[in-house]
């Protein structure tokens, strides 16, 4: 099976717009807007030679220059409809909550709203959404990141059965300084206090052929959030190894409904139990271990499948028939989402 790795990210960053390579889902793009921190801060890339593109990438590496060159310079000239994809760093729309930046100003918050509101737009897909309930606005996961280049095609893992699987919890992520990561302190915590008996949580961070390593020893991984509000990539490398992500509910549930991970509305201590996982695990187990039903979970972690979703101009609905499940909010029943 070939499943053509899904990304919305780009690389080299930091230095200068014009200086990325142009690939994943913006290779798929007439236009792309190329935005960095440094100078040149952006930069119109026309990857078809076209004056009516019918889809756009605008990397929001330099957020703030991104959003005002694509309102004030492209929005104006576009005639035809387009379909616009935003991504490549952890800055979150509409209301950039990361604390890693300054929030949107009043004219920033003006100019998204003339782009959400332009009558030319099919659509727009939105890494790092913070906020649903548009029409024409959808969640878009970040997928896989390859700083170091992207492949043509995923060398796929031959992971362990998720039966055969300790019912455990692994939970290990990176730490940084700064308000942006106090979710993974609280949840580090967690894992080494409440959670400790039924939990797998390093001391320190492991190289990542250790990580993967264990993540195929685990039945379930915890992926909270970190940069931006998206849990992938981890998220992502969980699936692929065959083991359940945990991940909170946000604005992103429409996207990973399209995925078998489990869902939390938020972390705390009663949010997880041994009972829990296990009956995580038995709902979901056949999207891991049924040989179709996991051809389908690789084939849903391709670009080709969001690629599809993105020419359509559909919004990302949850589809059929991958059951999702989520905690309902202090009630600790488990209810079952469908599309």
């Known amino acids: 099976m070939i499943v053509r790795p899904h990304s919305t990210r780009l690389f080299p960053k930091n230095r200068g717009a014009d200086g990325y390579a142009v690939t994943g889902l913006a290779a798929r793009c007439d236009w792309v807007v190329l935005s960095d921190n440094r100078a040149p801060h952006v930069h119109l890339h026309r990857h078809r030679d076209t004056d009516r593109p019918r889809h756009i990438f605008l990397s929001l590496r330099a957020p703030f220059h991104a959003v005002r060159y694509f309102a004030q310079e492209i929005l104006p000239a576009l005639a035809s409809d387009f379909v ?3 991504g490549s760093e952890d800055a979150t729309l509409p209301h950039q909550t990361d604390a890693r930046w300054r929030r949107f100003d009043a004219a920033e918050r003006a100019m998204l709203a003339r782009i959400l509101d332009h009558p030319r737009l099919v659509h727009w897909y939105a890494e790092n959404l913070d906020e649903g309930g548009h029409a024409k606005r959808s969640p878009l996961p970040l997928g896989l990141v390859f700083p170091d280049g992207m492949p043509d095609e995923l060398v796929l ?4 059965p998720l039966a055969r699987r300790p019912l455990r919890l692994f939970c290990a992520h990176r730490h940084r300084e700064g308000p942006q990561w106090q979710t993974r302190r609280d949840v580090t915590r967690l894992a080494q206090g409440p959670w400790q008996g039924f939990c797998t949580a390093p001391a320190h961070e492991m190289p990542e052929p250790a990580f993967m390593a264990q993540v195929e020893r685990h039945a379930v991984v915890l992926c909270a959030e970190g940069g931006g ?3 992938s990539p981890k998220a992502w490398s969980a699936l692929l190894h065959g083991a359940i992500p945990i991940i909170r509910n946000t604005a992103l549930m429409p996207a990973y409904a399209h995925l078998p991970v489990a869902v ?3 972390w705390h201590a009663d949010a997880l139990s ?3 996982l296990a009956r995580w695990r038995d709902a979901l187990l056949p999207w891991f271990d049924d040989a179709s039903a996991r051809r389908e979970v690789l084939h849903r972690l391709s670009a080709d499948y969001w690629w599809r979703i ?3 101009g559909r919004p990302v609905a949850p589809p059929e028939p991958v059951a999702q499940l989520a905690d309902a909010p202090h009630s600790g029943r488990i209810v079952e989402a469908r599309a």
Do not use: G, M, S, W
């Open 84 to 86: 616009l994809i935003t």
């Open 157 to 160: 893992p031959a992971p362990p």
């Open 229 to 231: 509000l998206d849990p």
């Open 264 to 266: 939390v509305e938020d």
């Open 274 to 276: 041994p009972a829990r």
């Open 310 to 312: 993105i020419a359509a």
